[in-house]
Structures are given as structure tokens and as C-alpha cells.
């Protein structure tokens, strides 16, 4: 077979995010005390934007104002709101070669920021001028060295961390969501367990200590079996443990004192988050019929107003002051429609959550049923990443309380008599209020939980009720009962 040369041309296309798309995922997926304090800064850059702050004031424009948002949103009839923007597909995507700065985005919880965009913005950035943890890390990862991919998804794991700094999300689950691999994500991870405070990024325990022994060069094998084994060193078992770890009964102590010394909360160096009032998004309640009733708070609305009447006094000034105005006036276009793309893409999710879970608003907690992000985003005709912005840092309120969006989601639980499955929130708060009711002379075992909730209809393994028990910081049955009988303290 010869070999040569030759030249070829191929034409391609590829999406990348604009600027401006960027933004609307960025107002999506902030909180409304984040919103309000963008909408802001973006008033002052913009010379035609105005705040209405005051009920009832008009604008001072030359033309009549357009209805305001919340006002076309009562209008529009629950679920039917749009979320599409109204805009041409060039306006979104640039059809280029993508330039390795693309942005990561966030799409959880529990409440925050995403990964840095190309223009270097971050979402979710405290207002506070003393360092978190969060301003802390991000500092390190963006002068580490290698790909810009990797330094945009270890930045994503930083906002997933918690106060801790522990992460608690499985990789495969991160990974699906950013639509990355599991290796990228893996490195990533990497980066930011080798950051400072040594110890952050770890997934447990036991790897939090790994991590810190590791930058000592002190994680030997013996080490590493004590930390596999920490609830036989919590329990006491000393001789057990020595045992598994290979190690004389004399030389534990040194171990145990050694691992006493680690920092099992390395997040906890750093200033908290600063707390903020938690503003409902969205209000659920009973209209005349009887039927729950989902409304927009317009208070946690922003209200921004075209100043028309200055914009055309200062374009009147030549040439080079309309072409300033004409791209303030886009800008401040687009700013409107994406506000109300929000709004209105919060009140359709917000809709669907309470159509699914209308038993929870009925009877409380024991109401929940099974939903996940899927069954949202195909219910309404989004994707799922979209449903994840707009549950993050939403909430709801309702004549049972303040809830995060994020709340109504859980995973289901078969149920044993053939009925509808259950939700595992649901499972977990009987199980509480289950334990809270026990008679201190019979507690209830696992298995004895597993029994009365298979007499429930719910079909429930053991491990399951342990995980869930644990993860309410319940006691077992044996420290219970020695606590109930005073015979350790609490």
C-alpha cells in the first residue's frame, strides 16, 4: 500500500456557550437573595436599567410600560408557563470549535454556586470579605497545574462539599450530572484532596484521617487497618483490634493517640458561610375550590424597568451614544426576558412538585411519595439538569412550613402488598417518630422495625432500616437501651 499526502477539508459544528447563555444558566440556578444582589449590580453597569421598589410607581419612560413580570405570570395559567427564551438559536451558540474554557455548572442542592465560567464569574460567591472555605480552595485549584477541564470540575466539587468539608456525593452520580467522566472526575478529586486543609474532599472518616496521615508519611498497613476498622476503636475493642492490625497490645496506644490528634473536621478551619434569610420562591395554598393553589412570591421578584426616556435623550447625542444605548437597550432586554424565563420555569416545576405530592400538603411527611428529577423533566419538558438548577436554593412554603424544593425528592421503596411504591423520606420519618414512641423497657431492634413496617406494607430490608437509622443519628438498640436505663450518659 503506498503512502502519501494529501489535503483534506471537513466542516464541522459545535455548540459552546455564549455569554449570554451563561447568564441565563447562572440567574437559574441562584438563589433569590443572590438574584437580587446580580440584578443590582447589573442595574448599576446599565444606564436605562431602573429597580421599581415602590408599589405602584411607573417608569420614567416616554413609551408605556410593558406589564410587569409578576403580573403576566399571575395572568398565565399554573403549568402552562413557558420556559423557553424568546430568542433566535444565534443569540445562544456560537457554531465554533469550543475553546477549552466552556463552563461546568452546577446543578444541587443543597443551595450554592456552580463551577467558574469563561468570563471568570463566580455564582454563588459570598458577599462577606472574609475567606471560606469555598474562596480558600477555589484560589488553590485555579494556579494548580493541567487541564482547564479539570481545575472547572474540582471547582464543581468544592461547592458539593459541606461545612466539614467532606463530600458526600457518590463520583458516578457527579459524573452523570455533568455529563463528564468518571476519570476526569476522578482526577479532579485528586486535585482537590491535595489542597489545604489536608483532609477536604474526602468521602469519610476514614479517608479524612488517610488523607492527613498520608501528607505525614505515616499511613503504614498497620494505619491503614485501624482506620478500617474504626467502629471496633470506637467501641473499645482494643484487643480485636490490635488483632486485625497486626499489631502487639502495647503499641495501639501510640496509634490511637496519633489518630486523636487528626483533624476529623478540616472545613471547620474556615469561617462558615455567612447565613442568610431564607425567601420563599413560591407559596402553595388552598384556593376557593379546595385544590392547592401554587403562587409566585413577587416580593423575591425583581422589578426592572427601561428607563426609554433617557435612553432616547442620551441617544440623541450622536452616533457613538446610540450605538451605547442600542447595547444597553439589548443587554437590558435580554436581562427581562431571563428574569422572566426563571420565573417562570420555578413556577412549572414548583406546579408539577405539588400536583405529584398533593398528600404530603394533605396529611404531612407520611404523604410523600417516590419522585425523582426524571419524572419532573419529562413532566414538564425540560431536562434534568434544568430540574436541578431550579430545586436548588428554591423554596416553597406552605401552611406545613418552609421547604426546600430539593426536599420533595426521594427515591422509592416497593411496596410489599403490591400497592404504590413509598418514599424513603416517608420510610425514614416513621422510623424516626417509630423510636421516638418506644417503651424504654422493650426498644425496638432492627429487625423488630423491619417486622412492623413489613406488617405496614412496606418491603424493607434490615440494612436498609440501619442506614436510614444512622443517617437520622439514631442510636442502636443496644446504646439505647443503655441509655434509656441511665446507665450511660447521653
Not at 75 to 98: F, H, N, W
Amino acid at each position: 500500500m503506498g503512502l502519501g499526502q494529501r489535503l483534506e477539508l471537513r466542516q464541522t459544528t459545535q455548540l459552546v456557550m455564549t455569554p449570554q447563555l451563561q447568564q441565563a444558566i447562572r440567574l437559574l440556578q441562584m438563589s433569590s437573595i443572590d438574584l437580587g444582589a446580580f440584578v443590582a449590580e447589573e442595574v448599576e453597569k446599565n444606564p436605562i436599567l431602573e429597580m421599581d421598589s415602590a408599589e405602584g410607581s411607573a417608569p420614567a419612560s416616554a413609551e408605556a410600560p410593558e406589564p410587569r413580570l409578576e403580573d403576566r405570570l399571575r395572568d398565565a395559567a399554573p403549568g402552562q408557563a413557558e420556559a423557553d427564551l424568546d430568542t433566535t438559536r444565534e443569540s445562544l451558540y456560537d457554531e465554533a470549535v469550543a475553546d477549552g474554557q466552556a463552563a461546568w455548572t452546577r446543578s444541587a442542592g443543597a443551595g450554592g454556586g456552580g463551577a467558574s465560567f469563561s468570563d471568570g464569574s463566580e455564582p454563588g460567591d459570598t458577599l462577606s470579605g472574609t475567606p471560606t472555605l469555598r474562596d480558600h480552595l477555589a484560589a488553590q485549584i485555579r494556579l494548580a497545574p493541567g487541564g482547564a477541564e479539570r481545575r472547572a470540575v474540582a471547582l464543581f466539587l468544592v461547592d458539593e462539599l459541606d461545612e466539614a468539608g467532606y463530600l458526600a456525593r457518590p463520583l458516578p452520580e457527579i459524573s452523570d450530572q455533568l455529563g463528564a467522566g468518571e476519570a476526569l472526575v476522578a482526577e479532579a478529586l485528586a486535585l482537590l484532596q491535595a489542597c489545604e486543609p489536608v483532609g477536604v474532599g474526602a468521602r469519610s472518616l476514614a479517608e479524612c484521617l488517610a488523607l492527613q496521615l498520608r501528607e505525614r508519611d505515616r499511613l503504614d498497613p498497620a494505619m491503614q487497618a485501624v482506620l478500617e476498622n474504626l467502629e471496633l476503636l470506637a467501641a473499645g475493642k482494643f484487643a480485636r483490634l490490635a488483632e486485625i492490625a497486626g499489631l502487639e497490645p502495647e503499641d495501639l496506644p501510640e496509634i490511637i493517640a496519633e489518630i486523636r490528634a487528626l483533624d476529623p473536621r478540616p472545613g471547620h478551619a474556615f469561617g462558615h458561610l455567612d447565613v442568610q434569610t431564607v425567601v420563599a420562591d413560591v407559596f402553595v395554598r388552598r384556593n376557593g375550590l379546595g385544590a392547592w393553589a401554587v403562587e409566585l412570591n413577587s416580593d423575591a421578584l425583581p422589578r426592572v424597568l427601561v428607563n426609554n426616556t433617557y435612553a432616547a435623550r442620551v441617544a440623541a447625542s450622536g452616533a457613538e451614544a446610540t450605538a451605547f444605548i442600542s447595547e444597553c437597550r439589548s443587554s437590558a432586554s435580554w436581562l427581562v426576558k431571563t428574569l422572566e424565563s426563571r420565573a417562570r420555569t420555578i413556577l412549572k416545576v414548583a406546579t408539577e412538585i405539588t400536583r405529584h405530592q398533593e398528600a404530603f400538603f394533605d396529611i404531612g411527611v407520611a404523604g410523600l411519595r417516590p419522585l425523582t428529577l426524571r419524572e419532573v423533566a419529562e413532566a414538564v419538558g425540560m431536562h434534568e439538569s434544568t430540574i436541578s438548577r431550579v430545586t436548588s436554593g428554591k423554596y416553597l412554603s406552605c401552611e406545613r412550613g418552609l421547604f426546600e424544593l430539593r426536599y420533595f425528592f426521594s427515591q422509592g421503596l416497593a411496596s410489599s402488598d403490591g400497592g404504590a411504591a413509598l418514599s424513603a423520606t416517608a420510610i425514614r420519618e416513621r422510623i424516626r417518630r417509630m423510636i421516638e414512641q418506644e417503651d424504654p423497657a422493650r426498644i425496638l431492634s432492627d429487625d423488630t422495625l423491619v417486622d412492623l413496617l413489613q406488617k405496614d406494607g412496606v418491603d424493607i430490608a434490615r440494612r436498609t432500616v440501619a442506614k436510614y437509622r444512622e443517617g437520622l443519628n439514631i442510636p442502636s438498640s443496644v446504646k439505647r437501651r443503655r441509655l434509656k436505663a441511665g446507665l450511660i450518659a447521653r
